[in-house]
């Protein structure tokens, strides 16, 4: 009986005497170094850096590619920007405002009394009496009123 390397399925496939697969196993693997497959301008800029150091010398890629490439990531990086700058500009706006929102144990309501942003968004607290304690980390998307 012999056993096969690793297959692109990370199983390994084992052979018995007559030549036929008798067994398979799945091979553990590694957990994904970027789960949400989300890749910024910093990912972008190391695999255009590979690329250039594993091309050919003598048949050099086309440098207009490259160019368009890195004018696309600005203008994605730019209009992402500035939507994240809408959304801030929007919840400022509410600060003051009794608002309802869906919370841990359903609807509440209360008012906003500041914004936060960060890299995961942009949240905001509401105290739900005047003065009062308030609930931190309200995200936008769970308003569903205004007054």
């Not at 301008?41 to 150091?53: E, G, I, R």
């Not at 990531?73 to 600060?95: F, H, K, M, P, R």
């Amino acid at each position: 009986m012999t056993a096969s390397p690793l297959t692109a399925a990370g199983a390994a496939t084992v052979t018995g005497p007559s030549g036929a697969a008798t067994a398979t196993t799945p091979a553990s693997s590694p957990p994904p170094e970027n789960p949400n497959g989300i890749l910024g301008q910093n990912d972008f800029l190391k695999l255009m850096v590979a690329q250039l150091q594993a091309q050919n010398p003598l048949e050099p890629g086309n440098p207009n590619e490259f160019i368009n490439e890195l004018a696309q990531i600005t203008q994605v990086e730019q209009v992402t920007d500035l939507a994240n700058s809408n959304e801030l500009s929007s919840a400022v706006g509410l600060i003051g405002h009794t608002i309802t929102y869906n919370g841990a144990s359903g609807a509440a309501t209360g008012t906003v009394q500041s914004v936060q942003s960060n890299a995961s968004g942009t949240t905001v607290t509401v105290a739900s009496s005047p003065g009062g304690e308030g609930v931190a980390g309200v995200k936008l998307s769970a308003i569903t009123e205004v007054q």
